[in-house]
Every structure is written in structure tokens, then in C-alpha cells.
């Protein structure tokens, strides 16, 4: 079985973005990714997820490994873009990130495919060609994946939302596993509203304020950081490939990385955490949050 750093892929947005109703600090400095992407080929963290709508995230990461040497697989994806344009937008990603072939390379936008099928086959062409080993998508609702099982879309990689509150792929776990695809789950921190006070946040979280303070009880009462616990819960499904986190510094990622200190007693609260399924999709997605409410 991989470990917990085996199974972290690190998520590269705050590279080139102020990201996430948590993040403080905006966008990393140049020294502290090269800090992070050091410890990160070090310590066998060994996939890095970008895209061509995280700024400058790219180039920053070619820089950085052709620099120092470092060999990463890199997921990025494909932005909201016009048929004609997508082939020079993949040659770009791999000019910026200096590589000859990507490890992987999703569609960003679901709806692209619906609206332009054409698309699909342009990625399947650099597949055939080398330069992109995986071809799949990032995914915001169970209904896209039913679409592209319905459609025989076949695609070697997903990545999904997951965390303690949202569960809505769980049932389609095995089917994709059945199917050979590569499965990687992002928003683990639900972008950082678990760590934030319940009672700070705003009416448009009225809803599971209860509920998150339950959860901040019972990893009190058994000594249990609210990162390892949302971490090791991930980690604990054996589904998952492939765990995609974003950090704003190195002591935040290795302090992440202490998560598998937990792994026996989030093991033992199993049952426990998987009560804290949230189902409304105002709460799940935060493309539903109001920029302008998010706090009291």
C-alpha cells in the first residue's frame, strides 16, 4: 500500500493565484516554491497538478525543475478556450512547463465536450502522439461522469471533489476503478472553510455550523489536528488514487505530511467521520458561495 505522501499530489493554484477563503498569505514566492518542490521530490511526492488558468503556475514549475534538476509528472488542464485554439494551448502548457510529454492532461471545463465533442479527439491525437500520457477530466457533479459512461467517453484519469462533506461520487468509485481510470480527488480542505471558526461564517453557511462544530468536537476529544483528520479520511479509501492538496508555504505541506501519525485513530473514528456527509450543493461547491458573504 503507498503512503500518504505517495498518495499526495500537490496542487500548484496558490503558485500563481490568491486562492481559497482561508489563504492569508496570496500567492507563494518564488523561494518558497523552490522550498516546496525540494522537499516535495524528496520526500516522494511525486505528481504536480496545474493548468493553464492558474497565472503564472507553469512556467513557475518549469522553471523551477529545469533549474534544479527535478523530475515531477504534471497534470494540467485545458481552459475554456475555442476549438481552434486548443492545439497551440497544450503546445504552450509544455513549452512552459519544459517538458516533451505530460503525465496528464484533463478538459477544465465539462461543458467543453458537450458543446465541442471535436476537442476530445484533438486530445486523443496528442495521446497517440506521446505527448500527453492520460486524457481525462476535472469534474464538478456526478452527472458529467454518468454522461461520459453513457457516451462511452473513454478517459484514463478523473479528478473530483471529496472531503468528509462531500461524498456525491462515492457510488461510482468502483465503476470507474472497473474501467482502469485513475482517480484523483482535490478539495480535501474544502478550500479551508473546516478550519475556519463556525461561528464566524456567514448566514450562507447557517446550515452546517452545527454540524462543523461537532466535527471540531470530536477531534478534540481525541486529540486529532482537523488536517489529519480530513486527510487521513481520504487517504482511508482505498478508491483514491491520487490525493491533490494545495499549501501556501513548506511547514504548512510538511505539517500536512504529519498526518499519518493519525492514520491508526482516524482509522478507529472511521465510522464516525463518514456521519459527517453533507448533501446540499450550496455547501459543497464553491463556485455556489457568495465572494461578498463568506464571513460574518
Same mark, same amino acid.
Not at 465533442?117 to 486523443?124: A, C, F, G, N, V
Not at 486529532?224 to 481520504?234: D, G, R, S
Not at 501519525?261 to 455556489?288: A, V
Given at each position: 500500500?503507498?503512503?500518504?505522501?505517495?498518495?499526495?499530489?500537490?496542487?500548484?493554484?496558490?503558485?500563481?493565484?490568491?486562492?481559497?477563503?482561508?489563504?492569508?498569505?496570496? !500567492?507563494?514566492?518564488?523561494?518558497?516554491?523552490?522550498?516546496?518542490?525540494?522537499? *516535495? #521530490?524528496?520526500?516522494?511526492?511525486? =505528481?504536480?497538478?496545474?493548468?493553464?488558468?492558474? $497565472?503564472?503556475?507553469?512556467?513557475?514549475? $518549469?522553471?523551477?525543475?529545469?533549474?534544479?534538476?527535478?523530475?515531477? !509528472?504534471?497534470?494540467?488542464?485545458?481552459?475554456? *478556450?475555442?476549438?481552434?485554439?486548443?492545439?497551440?494551448?497544450?503546445?504552450?502548457?509544455?513549452? /512552459?512547463?519544459?517538458?516533451?510529454?505530460?503525465?496528464?492532461?484533463?478538459?477544465?471545463?465539462?461543458?467543453?465536450?458537450?458543446?465541442?465533442?471535436?476537442?476530445?479527439? =484533438?486530445?486523443?491525437?496528442?495521446?497517440?502522439?506521446?505527448?500527453? %500520457?492520460?486524457?481525462? #477530466?476535472?469534474?464538478?457533479?456526478? /452527472?458529467?461522469?454518468?454522461?461520459?459512461?453513457?457516451? !462511452?467517453?473513454?478517459?484514463?484519469?478523473? %479528478?473530483?471533489?471529496?472531503?468528509?462533506?462531500?461524498?456525491?461520487?462515492?457510488?461510482?468509485?468502483?465503476?470507474?476503478?472497473?474501467?482502469?481510470?485513475?482517480?484523483?480527488?482535490?478539495?480535501?480542505?474544502? %478550500? $479551508?472553510?473546516?478550519?475556519?471558526?463556525?461561528?464566524?461564517?456567514?448566514?450562507?453557511?447557517?446550515?452546517?455550523?452545527?454540524?462543523?462544530?461537532?466535527?471540531?468536537?470530536?477531534?478534540?476529544?481525541?486529540?486529532?489536528?482537523?488536517?489529519?483528520?480530513?486527510?487521513? #479520511?481520504?487517504?482511508?479509501?482505498?478508491? =483514491?488514487?491520487?490525493?491533490? =492538496? $494545495?499549501?501556501?508555504?513548506?511547514?504548512?505541506?510538511? /505539517?500536512?505530511?504529519?498526518?499519518?501519525?493519525?492514520?491508526?485513530? *482516524?482509522?478507529?473514528?472511521?465510522?464516525?467521520?463518514?456521519?459527517?456527509?453533507?448533501?446540499?450543493?450550496?455547501?459543497?461547491?464553491?463556485?455556489?458561495?457568495?465572494?461578498?458573504?463568506?464571513?460574518?
Amino acid at each position: 500500500m503507498k503512503s500518504l505522501q505517495e498518495r499526495i499530489t500537490l496542487g500548484t493554484v496558490q503558485f500563481g493565484l490568491d486562492y481559497g477563503i482561508n489563504n492569508r498569505t496570496g !500567492k507563494i514566492s518564488f523561494l518558497e516554491i523552490e522550498k516546496i518542490l525540494s522537499y *516535495c #521530490f524528496s520526500n516522494h511526492i511525486n =505528481i504536480l497538478d496545474t493548468a493553464a488558468a492558474y $497565472g503564472n503556475s507553469e512556467s513557475l514549475i $518549469g522553471k523551477v525543475t529545469e533549474t534544479n534538476g527535478f523530475n515531477f !509528472k504534471v497534470v494540467s488542464k485545458l481552459p475554456n *478556450c475555442k476549438v481552434s485554439e486548443v492545439h497551440d494551448i497544450i503546445i504552450r502548457s509544455l513549452q /512552459e512547463l519544459k517538458v516533451d510529454s505530460i503525465y496528464g492532461y484533463l478538459m477544465h471545463d465539462f461543458e467543453m465536450l458537450v458543446q465541442n465533442p471535436q476537442i476530445w479527439s =484533438i486530445l486523443e491525437g496528442f495521446r497517440k502522439e506521446g505527448k500527453i %500520457q492520460k486524457i481525462g #477530466f476535472s469534474v464538478y457533479k456526478p /452527472e458529467d461522469i454518468h454522461w461520459l459512461l453513457d457516451h !462511452k467517453i473513454s478517459f484514463d484519469l478523473i %479528478q473530483l471533489p471529496y472531503n468528509i462533506f462531500d461524498r456525491r461520487f462515492e457510488s461510482l468509485f468502483p465503476i470507474l476503478k472497473t474501467l482502469q481510470v485513475e482517480i484523483h480527488t482535490r478539495s480535501v480542505f474544502l %478550500q $479551508g472553510l473546516f478550519f475556519m471558526d463556525p461561528n464566524s461564517l456567514s448566514t450562507h453557511f447557517k446550515s452546517v455550523k452545527n454540524k462543523l462544530g461537532e466535527f471540531r468536537k470530536l477531534l478534540t476529544e481525541y486529540d486529532i489536528p482537523i488536517y489529519a483528520a480530513l486527510l487521513n #479520511f481520504v487517504f482511508l479509501n482505498p478508491y =483514491i488514487d491520487q490525493i491533490v =492538496i $494545495g499549501v501556501d508555504s513548506l511547514s504548512n505541506l510538511v /505539517e500536512n505530511m504529519n498526518a499519518d501519525h493519525y492514520l491508526k485513530t *482516524c482509522e478507529d473514528l472511521y465510522l464516525k467521520l463518514n456521519t459527517f456527509i453533507e448533501h446540499d450543493e450550496k455547501i459543497l461547491l464553491p463556485m455556489n458561495w457568495k465572494n461578498d458573504d463568506l464571513v460574518s
